[in-house]
């Protein structure tokens, strides 16, 4: 059995527009949402995350760390730059190629390719993946290599506005 999370970086700040989009940083709702998503899905889900993959965009690396810092997980996260705007096919093969030691994993990144990725898995309609958003899936596949739509169910879908506020 696998299981994984499909997590959108929290909400990122556009107050320094010299940035590049890769370094922006979380945003004071992010810094608050992150640790409050990840609180709320460690106490209602008794699944544990033990590997974590995360897009290199710092947004999206530092709603990781929050997570990996919460849930004690005690591998290093595994930066993927194949994460950073990322299509659906990009992210089935990042999938695809989890290291198999691990059953449960969270996988950090963007939009729109998370929408469609969740779309995809559960041939579903949903628009738009908000920030720090939270898919969970669960595969009966014996390998990372052979997890599909059709041997994946969606077990949670979660938005910090239902979650939070």
Known sequence: MKQFFIVRHAKSSWSDLNLKDIDRPLNKRGI???????????????????????????RALSTAKI?????????????????????????????HQFPEEYSKIAIFGHNPGFTYLVNHFSNGHLDNLPTCGIAQFESNAKTWSQVFPDNCKMMKLLFPKKVIY
């Open 67 to 95: 997570f990996h810092g919460l849930y004690e997980i005690q591998s290093e996260i595994d930066i993927d730059l194949g994460l950073y705007h990322a299509s659906t096919d990009d992210l089935i093969d990042i999938i």
């Open 32 to 58: 608050h949402d992150a640790p409050k998503m990840a609180e709320y899905l460690k106490e209602m889900n008794d699944a544990e995350i033990e590997y974590i993959v995360s897009s290199p965009a710092n």
